[in-house]
């Protein structure tokens, strides 16, 4: 509204404001003696008082629009501040993982490139495809190798997962480990599996000397009472980890330290093992092998 605009609404506000006092003043004295002479000075102050009620209102109005906009712009500027404290955060966060593990940067860089745009270290919609591509860049700088898969060992057969499994077959590594935590609703397709011997075929020609146990979720609770059941994940060089929840298709990232029970799970695995408890049962090359017998 330009200033001429402005005028002659501040004019309409103060002759609604006077026409209306006036009104109310006709109402109250009665019709015959509101207008006589001797009401005339009573009419203009009526005048002169609606009018300046009618400004008074309109100034009230105009300063309460202000204010619930001053807010409104407070509460953006607010929230963009909010947003851009979190991505400097963010931004540091990252920053210090590349500079904490410097050998997978490659990976590292990939991964919060796409966590980014949402929350950080967190990647929604990642199928099992984009899932084992961020794997198979991570082993081409990794050690060392430690992880646990969820499903039985069709999946990475019907999941076309032989380039995955044969990188890591062929990247020299000094240690390489993989337990299968099974669901106990999926035991009975896990033992299928590892009776059929096209399917231990298709596992070991593809993966190569990965040490590789089993163990139903029954199992895991009893012998780790004290953890969660992990979701899939990968750890490499006992820093780098790379989670994934096949259900809600999220993967997470992060720098680990010595404290983390996905650690701990292979860390009590070599004790049960050194101390000949069989609670993971070796995966055998061979459909014939006898199956060990659960601790």
């Not at 009104?23 to 002169?48: C, K, N, W, Y």
Request: charged fraction near 20%; glycine fraction near 6%; aromatic fraction near 12%.
């Amino acid at each position: 509204m330009g200033i001429k605009g402005r005028f002659w609404h501040l004019i309409s506000v103060a002759l609604l404001g006077a026409l209306a006092l006036e009104i109310v003043m006709i109402l109250a004295d009665g019709v015959r003696e509101s207008f006589s002479v001797q009401r005339i000075p009573a009419h203009l102050a009526t005048i002169a008082v609606g009018t300046i009620l009618g400004w008074l209102y309109e100034l009230l109005r105009q300063t309460n629009f202000a204010f619930a906009q001053t807010m409104r712009e407070f509460t953006g500027l607010r929230s963009g501040v909010d947003s851009l404290t979190s991505r400097i955060r963010y931004q540091d966060e990252a920053l210090a993982m590349l500079m904490h593990c410097p050998r997978h940067n490659e990976v590292l860089t990939s991964l919060i490139k796409t966590s980014m745009s949402d929350n950080f270290r967190y990647v929604p919609y990642v199928p099992p495809g984009l899932y084992l591509q961020f794997l198979t860049t991570a082993l081409k700088h990794g050690d060392g190798y430690l992880g646990v898969q969820r499903t039985s060992l069709r999946w990475y057969r019907e999941q076309g997962a032989g380039s995955y499994l044969a990188g890591l077959r062929d990247r020299p590594m000094s240690y390489k480990k993989r337990i299968f935590i099974v669901d106990d609703a999926d035991v009975p397709d896990m033992l299928a599996d590892l009776a059929d011997q096209e399917t231990l075929d298709y596992y070991w020609s593809h993966t190569g000397s990965v040490e590789t146990y089993w163990i139903p979720v029954a199992d895991f609770r009893k012998n780790y009472p004290k953890f969660e059941v992990p979701d899939d994940f990968a750890l490499f060089d006992r820093q780098l980890l790379i989670a994934y929840d096949v259900d809600k298709q999220v993967l997470i990232f992060d720098l680990l330290n010595e404290t983390r029970p996905e650690l701990k799970i292979f860390t009590i695995q070599d004790e049960l093992t050194s101390r000949q408890v069989m609670a993971f049962r070796p995966v055998p090359p061979d459909a014939t092998a006898p199956l060990a017998a659960p601790a």
